[in-house]
């Protein structure tokens, strides 16, 4: 049975950094994501890497968040910089074993963590 386990959320004040990290129990070398819910509103694409290695970002994160892994440990990483209130949610990583392209539908991913809450205060 696949396991995400996510980490890392916290509350901090606006401009802040933090990295969030998800362990898995199968290769991280197949496509994974970030997405975030926050509430009151529909889960939303943060980042993903597909099993080329290539990442691709929401418009929100491009510039600030950082998608990375690690095959050694199987970990996901996202590395949040400049964080905005707005960024506020759950955050949740995703795989599609047996896949090898991201999607930024979240239907379209089979395995979830169950989430690490990011308070942004301003």
């Known amino acids: 049975q696949v396991r995400l386990v996510e980490s890392g959320g916290g509350l901090v004040q606006a401009g802040a950094s933090l990295r969030l990290s998800c362990a898995a129990s199968?290769?991280?070398?197949?496509?994974m994501a970030w997405f975030r819910q926050s509430p009151g509103k529909d889960r939303e694409f943060v980042a993903a890497v597909d099993c080329h290695g290539t990442t691709t970002y929401s418009n929100s994160a491009k510039g600030r968040f950082t998608i990375s892994r690690d095959k050694d440990t199987n970990t996901l990483m996202l590395r949040m910089n400049g964080l905005r209130p707005v960024d506020t949610a759950v955050y949740r990583c995703?795989?599609?074993?047996?896949?090898?392209?991201?999607?930024?539908?979240?239907?379209?991913?089979?395995?979830w963590g169950q989430g690490t809450t990011v308070t942004v205060s301003s």
């Open positions: 995703a795989v599609r074993p047996g896949s090898c392209t991201i999607s930024y539908f979240s239907t379209s991913w089979d395995v």
């Open positions: 199968v290769s991280t070398l197949f496509p």
